[in-house]
């Protein structure tokens, strides 16, 4: 895996992300997220983090689990937490 180039702060996740996303799949994305690898992302939305990345802006990225849920994965402006959540606990 390649390595983070970001902190990710503390890891927090919605009740209802924890009940639908399968746990592997969480770890790996975290991982992915921390590494730069924005998921499904569009073209956009990879430019916008990686202005985000080097402006300390906040991070977004967004992934499916092996049961095809789509999740997303927010890391602060100020890095100071990292929040799993469903679209639609946003």
Same mark, same amino acid.
């Given at each position: 895996?390649?390595?983070?180039?970001?902190?990710?702060?503390?890891?927090?996740?919605?009740?209802?992300?924890?009940?639908?996303?399968?746990?592997?799949?969480?770890?790996?994305?975290?991982?992915?997220?921390?590494?730069?690898?924005?998921g499904?992302?569009? +073209?956009? !939305? %990879?430019?916008?983090?990686? *202005?985000? =990345?080097?402006? &300390?802006?906040?991070?977004?990225?967004?992934?499916?689990?092996?049961?095809?849920?789509?999740?997303?994965?927010?890391? +602060?402006? !100020? %890095?100071?937490?990292?929040? *799993?959540? =469903?679209p639609? &606990?946003?």
């Amino acid at each position: 895996m390649n390595e983070p180039k970001f902190p990710l702060g503390q890891i927090v996740t919605t009740p209802a992300a924890l009940e639908a996303i399968d746990p592997e799949d969480m770890r790996s994305s975290l991982a992915r997220h921390a590494a730069a690898d924005w998921g499904d992302l569009c +073209e956009e !939305d %990879r430019t916008e983090n990686e *202005i985000s =990345l080097r402006n &300390d802006l906040r991070i977004f990225s967004v992934y499916r689990d092996r049961k095809g849920v789509k999740f997303w994965i927010i890391t +602060e402006a !100020d %890095r100071s937490s990292t929040c *799993i959540l =469903l679209p639609t &606990d946003y």
